[in-house]
């Protein structure tokens, strides 16, 4: 849980600078919200290639 709200807020700090530098703050909130999503969803894809990588490991070996 922890990893996972660090990378959505590293992406949310990054994309919420944008609309304060351009002066257009009503879009702040938009843009954190998308950055939580993103790193959520980058999250799930890391934990899935993970799990995958630790099936392979798991199985046999072909002889031939």
């Not at 938009?30 to 799930?44: C, D, K, P, T």
């Amino acid at each position: 849980e922890t990893q996972k709200k660090k990378t959505g807020d590293l992406l949310s700090c990054a994309l919420e600078f944008g609309p304060i530098l351009a002066g257009e703050e009503r879009w702040q909130a938009e843009m954190q919200r998308i950055g939580l999503h993103l790193g959520l969803a980058y999250q799930i894809r890391d934990d899935l290639e993970d799990a995958k990588q630790e099936s392979d490991k798991e199985k046999p070996t072909s002889l031939i």
